[in-house]
């Protein structure tokens, strides 16, 4: 099993940024795909950018290109979420997953561990 736990969320005027970070916990393994998914209210849990541990590049959403940045320490078994430009679209509940071994972009399914969430919230 793999425990996830995220922090970093908050509130934030639009334009402005936060960072999320979540780390991994139990049976970690080198080769595998962590990133973010969020959910705002009424609305489907969306993909926002994962990254690979064994080393390849990051896969974004086009909403959040050029303005969130995933990144990845493998020594500390945490995965980052850096938001900036952030917009009150953005507002939304922030999910850390993982799987074992390469990303599948944004397909929820095959993401086997998740994490409680932590609130963003953009104000305009």
């Known amino acids: 099993q793999v425990q996830l736990v995220e922090s970093g969320g908050g509130s934030v005027q639009a334009g402005g940024s936060l960072r999320l970070s979540c780390v991994a916990s139990g049976n970690t393994y080198s080769n595998r795909c962590m990133g973010w998914f969020r959910q705002a209210p009424g609305k489907e849990r969306e993909g926002v950018a994962v990254?690979?541990?064994?080393?390849?590049?990051?896969y974004y959403a086009d909403s959040v290109k050029g303005r969130f940045t995933i990144s990845q320490d493998n020594a500390k078994n945490t995965v980052y979420l850096q938001m900036n430009s952030l917009k009150p679209e953005d507002t939304a509940m922030y999910y850390c997953a993982a799987r074992v071994g390469f990303c599948v972009l944004f397909d929820q399914k095959k993401y086997n561990y998740w994490g409680q969430g932590t609130q963003v919230t953009v104000s305009s």
């Open positions: 990254i690979y541990f064994g080393g390849s590049t990051p």
